[in-house]
């Protein structure tokens, strides 16, 4: 069975950086893409960007470029969204999830990472 | 960018009820909608993709259809454990983005 199991919560403060893991099982990594998405306390969900395992390659939201940085390590199965320069309003749940390979709508979701960001 | 317009916000209904919730698309987003399944504390789930494909191991009560940019999650009976909050996705235009949301809440 697939699964996708991300790293602990963390707290940092405003300026510091920020890296999120996402453990894939149970299918070929490298087989589909991993999106990040994130919801802010009381807020909706927000796409920031996704990772093309096989080969690397990315794209970030446009309001994210430059804070954010998508990353594999294939011999691990384990994707990572670093975000840098962290304010309050970070604040929120990171998830990662893996699309359909035909589509970019997510099948398998991880169960989040609080990150708070906070003084 | 794509706008969706998800509504109501919240939506009050009982157990065995049969609910809608609709997702309007600033602009054709063809059939490329999803609908998710999202409770506090825990993975989303697919429910719907293309609009009205049900996701395998989804129960058939939920379906989805579409008609123009305005599409629409119905729930026939609802369960109690459909109480959650529900989410369009648009995937036909770069970037991706999700509608605001509804809340289920038990009346």
């Known amino acids: 069975q697939a699964h996708l199991v991300q790293s602990g919560a963390e707290v940092k403060k405003p300026g510091a950086s920020v890296r999120v893991s996402c453990k894939a099982s149970g299918y070929t990594f490298t087989d589909y893409y991993i999106h990040w998405v994130r919801q802010a306390p009381g807020q909706g969900l927000e796409w920031m960007g996704w990772?093309?395992?096989?080969?690397?390659?990315?794209d970030y939201v446009q309001r994210f470029q430059g804070r954010v940085t998508i990353t594999r390590d294939t011999s691990i199965s384990t994707a990572y969204m670093e975000l840098s320069s962290l304010i309050s309003d970070d604040t929120a749940v990171y998830y990662c999830?893996?699309?359909?390979?035909?589509?970019?709508?997510?099948?398998?979701w991880g169960r989040g990472t609080l990150v708070t960001v906070s003084s | 960018d794509i706008q969706m317009t998800q509504s109501p916000s919240t939506l009050s209904a009982s157990v065995g009820d049969r609910v809608t919730i609709t997702c309007r698309a600033s602009q054709n987003i063809n059939s490329w909608l999803a609908w998710y399944q999202h409770k506090a504390g825990e993975a989303p789930k697919l429910l719907i993709y293309k609009a009205s494909s049900l996701e395998g191991g989804v129960p058939s009560r939920f379906s989805g259809s579409r008609s123009g940019t305005e599409f629409t999650l119905t729930i026939s009976s609802l369960q109690p454990d459909d109480f959650a909050t529900y989410y369009c996705?648009?995937?036909?235009?770069?970037?991706?983005?999700f509608g605001q949301g509804t809340k289920l809440e038990i009346k």
């Open positions: 996705q648009q995937y036909n235009n770069y970037p991706s983005n």
């Open positions: 999830a893996r699309d359909a390979y035909v589509a970019p709508f997510l099948v398998l």
């Open positions: 990772i093309n395992p096989k080969t690397g390659d990315t």
